[in-house]
């Protein structure tokens, strides 16, 4: 199982970026997917999940501005982000919770990270 993330960059305060992330393999089901974040000398921190029936979880300093999405189909999670402010900067990741065809156990994958800046 891979989880393949796009979207991140440099961006202006107050502009916007779309983070996508694609899980590919062996699956079966998919649980939750989400989105977590981490600045150096910090503990990465949980910005957004989403459920397999589509509930959804937000990180208090991004409500409202943040919108996490999920395609069933394509087993990929999006996260679009605006009014984004030079506090998100930070290394983006991917997380889901994987059940392949192979066992019964669900199991917590990562994405490689992708980088996001704010800044002028």
């Known amino acids: 199982v891979q989880l393949v993330e796009s979207g991140g960059g440099l961006v202006q305060p107050g502009g916007s970026l779309r983070l996508s992330c694609a899980a590919s393999?062996?699956?079966?089901?998919?649980?939750?997917m989400g989105w977590y974040r981490q600045v150096p000398g910090k503990e990465r921190e949980l910005v957004a999940h989403?459920?397999?029936?589509?509930?959804?979880v937000y990180k208090d300093s991004v409500k409202g501005r943040f919108t996490i999405s999920r395609e069933y189909a394509k087993n990929t999670v999006y996260l679009q982000m605006n009014s984004l402010k030079p506090e998100d900067t930070a290394v983006y990741y991917c997380?889901?919770?994987?059940?392949?065809?192979?066992?019964?156990?669900?199991?917590?994958?990562w994405g490689q990270g992708t980088q996001v800046t704010v800044s002028s």
């Open positions: 997380n889901a919770y994987i059940r392949q065809y192979s066992n019964a156990y669900v199991v917590a994958y």
């Open positions: 393999g062996s699956i079966f089901s998919i649980n939750v």
């Open positions: 989403i459920t397999l029936d589509g509930g959804t």
